[in-house]
């Protein structure tokens, strides 16, 4: 496909009764919602059941916590199934860094020994690794992936970087700042031959890949259920298989601490476990109105019209390509490539980020990567071909416009 053709929209997904699908979500009708990827969006049914679940928390907490280990368990069960994962091998944590944060504070290594990551890693993960590295008195190693890296060329050059000193390799499933998948099994196989442990974030992977466990042939995974999942934030699960998963204890000691893995992770003293409870009804809803086969299909082919029609208006309004050469694509999520002058680092992006919400009233994803920066489109069920239209022909000439401002 070349730079100005654009991909065939597909047609808006409707609820079962013929609303649209953005009506069972409570999204502020006056902004434009393009980031999903970030926090996600949680949709009505689950908000209710949440809501739900809290006042009956408020009606008589003495009966609640004592019995919230149990409801925790069944819920670890649903989850499970979900993920397609076994039920005994599943914990419940806040988000995908609390996960990793779990594995660095189990792990006990050798003084000097070493962590690899690479480039593409999400930040709050990475400086975790090197806290974790400090205290080892070891350092950490990047293995730096070019974006349109191959397999191949992705497994080397992570691979070339475990060395005699590793002590643990941290890789991303599908990263968070270039939209792009990693061959996480093939670098956990080689991993685990030479006796390595492994942690994956799959921070983005429940809800886009339908089975980001399958035959996993590493130690730790930890994914968040709150991004494509829908579930109420502070919703993601830790995977652990293996010797090394009874090294792991939830960051707050509670009167499950004796309890095994990942039983222990269900006692949590008085933190609001709602989100947990909620979470099937987010996953369940998705499926019961569309199936998550047909949702990742849709949102797929939504994204890829979104990154060829907004690339197609940038390259017309500045000559220059806009397209990212992204090495393993991943559903539902792509790279355009901004006009020079516009997120060259993370704190750049940031701020445009912020600025486009204020000023242009759209919720949209800025990334930054190797001094470039793009805009990561993250479509959802509830996007309309009509979202990404509208940022091509409003938002697009003012970023262009900005861009211009910047270089001058």
């Not at 076994?86 to 944060?101: E, F, K, Y």
């Not at 442990?197 to 590493?218: I, Q």
């Amino acid at each position: 496909m070349s730079e100005t053709e654009v991909a065939v929209a597909p047609h808006p997904l409707l609820l079962p009764d013929g609303r649209p699908a953005a009506e069972a979500w409570s999204l502020d009708p006056a902004l434009r919602h393009l980031n999903h990827g970030s926090f996600g969006a949680v949709p009505l049914v689950a908000q209710e059941r949440q809501a739900e679940l809290r006042a009956e928390m408020e009606r008589a907490p003495v009966v609640w916590f004592p019995e919230l280990p149990e409801r925790l368990a069944a819920t670890r069960a649903d989850l499970a199934g979900f993920l397609r994962v076994d039920a005994r091998d599943l914990a419940l944590v806040p988000n995908a860094s609390a996960g990793a944060s779990v594995v660095y504070n189990a792990l006990e290594r050798r003084a000097g020994g070493e962590i690899v990551v690479t480039d593409h890693g999400y930040g709050a993960v990475t400086m975790g690794a090197e806290r974790l590295a400090r205290r080892w008195g070891g350092r950490v190693r990047t293995a730096r992936v070019p974006l349109g890296a191959d397999e191949k060329e992705a497994y080397e050059a992570v691979v070339a970087e475990i060395g005699a000193a590793t002590d643990l390799v941290v890789v991303d499933q599908i990263t968070s700042a270039t939209a792009r998948g990693l061959p996480v099994e093939r670098i956990g196989a080689e991993a685990r031959r030479r006796g390595v442990p492994m942690l994956v974030d799959g921070a983005h992977a429940p809800g886009l890949l339908a089975a980001p466990l399958a035959d996993a042939p590493y130690d730790f995974w930890t994914g968040n259920l709150h991004k494509w999942g829908c579930a109420p934030r502070g919703t993601a699960a830790l995977v652990a298989r293996g010797p090394l998963r009874d090294l792991l204890h939830p960051l707050i000691d509670s009167w499950g601490a004796g309890e095994p893995y990942p039983d222990r992770f269900d006692h949590q003293g008085t933190l609001d476990a709602t989100s947990y409870l909620a979470a099937p009804t987010s996953l369940a809803f998705v499926e019961r109105a569309w199936g998550w086969s047909a949702a990742r299909r849709h949102m797929d082919r939504l994204a890829d019209h979104a990154a060829q029609v907004i690339g197609a208006a940038f390259t017309r309004l500045t000559g220059a390509d806009s397209r990212a050469e992204v090495g393993m694509p991943v559903p539902g999520m792509r790279l355009v490539r901004l006009p020079d002058g516009l997120g060259h680092s993370r704190i750049e992006a940031d701020a445009l980020r912020d600025r486009v919400a204020r000023e242009l009233a759209v919720e949209a994803a800025f990334t930054s990567f190797d001094g470039i920066g793009y805009l990561r489109v993250s479509a959802h069920v509830y996007n309309t071909p009509a979202d990404y239209e509208h940022f091509a022909e409003r938002c697009v000439p003012v970023l262009a416009d900005w861009a211009r401002e910047s270089r001058s």
